[in-house]
């Protein structure tokens, strides 16, 4: 009797130890655990705009680039652009800001005869590094701004209406719109021509421009 006595003593501690490191183990696999849906992962709350490229003549997809921006994502609904414009009397330039905080996304050359240079971005990933997704984000209609009426005086699209859903169609496909909320009015659409007179359209481009 004496020694199933002593038995459990020595049992019991050893079966409470056992059962606290189970308990532990199994809270250090749940910390550790990938997150079972998108609502368990923590916001990522970094701000920056995606410029995506799209060929003026071929709507082809060319590439893109994420420019992280300063501060805290802006939230007022309004596209958050400033536009710098030099008309091209011979020489000009376009230069689009970040309104919150005045940083710098887009800045090239416009030449009445010959050929501007884009000086930034200095430069996109290629169309080919972007994964893609089964499923298309819809052309959003009523979210899409013309950037160029910020410096062209108005904000006529007539000719251009027909176009945007050809644009947009080159980059439905781009997972990383997963990551822009392209149901809001944040999305801008911008036709740079860095050669304009005489000037070959075979150089233009669309940017698509997404904040977040």
């Not at 550790?32 to 920056?48: A, C």
């Not at 990551?179 to 740079?192: E, H, R, S």
Request: proline share 8%.
């Amino acid at each position: 009797m004496k020694t199933n006595h002593l038995k459990m003593k020595i049992w019991l501690p050893l079966l409470a130890l056992a059962l606290l490191l189970g308990v532990l183990s199994g809270c250090k696999k749940n910390e550790s655990d990938p997150p079972k849906n998108e609502t368990d992962r923590p916001k990522n709350e970094k701000n920056s705009v995606l410029l995506l490229k799209v060929d003026y003549t071929t709507y082809a997809f060319e590439g893109g680039v994420e420019i992280e921006l300063p501060g805290t994502p802006d939230t007022s609904g309004i596209l958050p652009i400033r536009a710098d414009y030099v008309s091209p009397g011979d020489f000009g330039s376009i230069a689009l800001y970040y309104r919150p905080s005045d940083q710098l996304i887009f800045d090239g050359e416009i030449f009445w005869m010959g050929e501007g240079k884009l000086y930034y971005p200095e430069a996109f990933k290629p169309a080919s590094e972007f994964e893609k997704t089964g499923t298309a984000f819809p052309f959003p209609a009523g979210n899409i701004k013309n950037v160029n009426a910020l410096f062209e005086g108005t904000d006529d699209q007539s000719d251009y209406l027909t176009k945007y859903p050809l644009v947009w169609d080159a980059v439905k496909n781009l997972k990383i719109l997963e990551d822009y909320p392209v149901n809001q009015n944040k999305i801008g659409i911008f036709l740079y021509t860095p050669c304009v007179g005489i000037g070959d359209p075979e150089h233009w481009d669309w940017f698509i421009l997404l904040f977040k």
